[in-house]
């Protein structure tokens, strides 16, 4: 069973800066993916950034430049800091990981999501 918990989430004027972090708890040896993904009201989720163990990041164009994904593998921790936020960036994020092993040696090569996390921005 992996939980995921996210933080950080808020109220902050455009232009500011904002971060997030996300654990993962359970019996975990180690997570292939982990990224965050966001969902604004009527829209579908969209993925936003991911990193993979080794550290190598993709990102959506929409916040290239402004975003940076980053991860503690030995806290089983990913982090998002944004920064130059837009009123467009207002949605709930969430976090999720892709391929996990457990102690027992098992590999999921599933998704797993945390609750989301609200970030408003205001203009």
């Known amino acids: 069973q992996v939980q995921l918990v996210e933080s950080g989430g808020g109220l902050v004027q455009a232009g500011g800066s904002l971060g997030l972090s996300c654990a993962a708890s359970?019996?975990?040896?180690?997570?292939?993916?982990m990224g965050w993904y966001r969902q604004a009201p009527g829209q579908q989720r969209e993925l936003v950034a991911r990193?993979?163990?080794?550290?190598?990041?993709n990102y959506a164009d929409s916040v290239k430049g402004r975003f940076t994904i980053s991860r503690d593998n030995a806290k089983k921790t990913v982090y998002l800091q944004m920064n130059s936020l837009k009123p467009e960036d207002t949605s709930v994020y969430y976090c999720?990981?892709?391929?996990?092993?457990?102690?027992?040696?098992?590999?999921?090569?599933?998704?797993?999501w945390g609750k989301g996390t609200l970030v408003t921005v205001s203009s």
């Open positions: 990193i993979t163990s080794g550290g190598r990041a």
């Open positions: 999720n990981v892709l391929g996990v092993t457990v102690q027992t040696g098992t590999y999921y090569g599933t998704d797993y």
């Open positions: 359970g019996s975990i040896l180690s997570i292939n993916i």
